[in-house]
């Protein structure tokens, strides 16, 4: 259930399918899909992942895929 992501969104979505269970910090994300610099903080990885989980969660208020690693970044879930 991938239809109509963005091209950043879905190399977001690929970086997550490609490390699944793994805790990923926002700071990684960052250099890894968006090439920033190490040491950069931003927003951007939150905004996009609120995007993308509307677009693949079932329950975006809810989700099941993607998830929130409080204090560290996200996870994509192995299931």
Do not use: C, N, Q
Not at 18 to 42: I, K, M, N, Q, T
């Amino acid at each position: 259930m991938t239809v109509g992501l963005t091209e950043l969104e879905r190399a977001l979505y690929d970086y997550f399918i490609a490390h699944p269970g793994e805790d990923v910090p926002r700071d990684v994300l960052l250099r890894d899909v968006w090439g920033y610099a190490d040491g950069v903080s931003s927003r951007t990885v939150d905004v996009f992942v609120g995007s993308l989980r509307k677009k693949i969660e079932p329950d975006p208020s809810h989700p099941t895929r993607i998830l929130t690693v409080r204090g560290v970044g996200y996870r994509m879930s192995e299931g």
